[in-house]
């Protein structure tokens, strides 16, 4: 009687052992696929929603490792469905590592249809948008590179958007 009680046990305790390591290694495997392995920057940052200054730059650090390789640049854009406008324009400066400043790039940014639907991801006031800026950029010089971005709309102060960001990931 010992003898079968022990071996039920022990085949129970291996059920048991086997359940948790499956579990364990299913689990490390949507941890490790989940995970974009061609982003190198993804960062938002907060603006003032009711007033936005056009003096009021953000700023965004990227250190650049690999010169041999081409990337992709998205801003992303956080707006209420209280912006007053369908678009947005920005104005950015690149700093290089050598501090060499690049010529000032203006981006337009469309947040709505032509038929005033808004465009971007969610289900109450705020939307999530991703565009799409620069494809095939080439950094290089290795370091860090400073992004300096800044509302360019005719307004001094905007409302209705919440963050900006920069996202830059390995071209595919």
Request: proline residues 2%.
């Amino acid at each position: 009687m010992k003898t079968l009680l022990a071996n039920m046990r022990e085949k129970t305790y291996d059920v048991f052992v086997k359940t948790h390591r499956l579990c364990l290694f299913v689990c490390l495997f949507f941890v490790f696929c989940s995970c974009n392995s061609n982003v190198i920057y993804d960062e938002n940052k907060s603006v003032d929603e009711k007033a936005w200054a056009a003096k009021d730059k953000v700023y965004y650090q990227v250190d650049i490792k690999n010169t041999a390789m081409k990337y992709k640049v998205a801003l992303n854009v956080r707006n209420t469905t209280d912006y007053p406008y369908s678009n947005i324009y920005f104005f950015m400066n690149t700093i290089l590592p050598d501090g060499t400043i690049t010529k000032r790039d203006t981006i337009e940014c469309y947040l709505a249809y032509p038929d005033g639907t808004w465009k971007g991801k969610g289900s109450s006031k705020v939307r999530d948008n991703r565009f799409w800026i620069a494809k095939n950029v080439e950094f290089k010089q290795q370091g860090r590179y400073v992004f300096e971005l800044y509302q360019a709309t005719t307004d001094t102060t905007l409302s209705g958007i919440v963050d900006v960001g920069l996202h830059i990931e390995y071209q595919d």
